[in-house]
C-alpha cells in the first residue's frame, strides 16, 4: 500500500527542489522529515509540509502505521513557466523565466 501527496505549481525551480529530494529518497519518514527540516534550502518549507501531508493520508485514508513509514519514491517535474520581461539599457527588453514544479512524494509501510 501507498500514500502519497502531490503538490503543483509550487513557485520554486525543480533544479533547487531536486537536490533536497535526493537526501531523503529511501529513508525512514522520521529521519527524511529531521533531514528536511534542518537543510537550509527554500525548498524545504515546502517538503515538510508535503512529507507531514502523506504521512497524514497514510494514516487516516489507509490505516497505515506512522512508524513504519518510509519515502519509496520523490520526485520533481517541470510545471508551467511565467513568462516575465524586465526593461534593459537602450530600450531593450530581456524576459525572466519565473518557473514552477510539480513534486509528488510517496511514502510507502515496511513489513
Known amino acids: ?4 501527496a502531490i503538490l503543483k505549481d509550487a513557485r520554486i525551480s525543480p533544479r533547487k527542489v531536486k537536490i533536497v529530494l535526493d537526501l531523503i529518497r529511501g529513508k525512514n519518514y522520521d529521519v527524511a522529515l529531521a533531514t528536511v527540516k534542518h537543510t537550509p534550502k527554500a525548498a524545504s518549507e515546502y517538503l515538510v509540509k508535503l512529507l507531514e501531508s502523506a504521512a497524514a493520508n497514510a494514516e487516516n485514508n489507509h490505516n497505515m502505521d ?8 520523490c520526485f520533481v517535474t517541470p510545471g508551467r513557466t511565467l513568462k516575465r520581461i524586465i526593461p534593459v539599457s537602450r530600450g531593450r527588453a530581456n524576459r525572466i523565466l519565473k518557473r514552477t514544479s ?3 512524494i ?3 509501510e515496511k513489513e
Not at 500500500?1 to 502519497?4: F, I, K, L, T
Open 1 to 4: 500500500m501507498e500514500a502519497r
Open 102 to 104: 510539480h513534486i509528488t
Open 66 to 73: 506512522k512508524n513504519n513509514l518510509y519515502v519509496s519514491q
Open 106 to 108: 510517496v511514502l510507502g
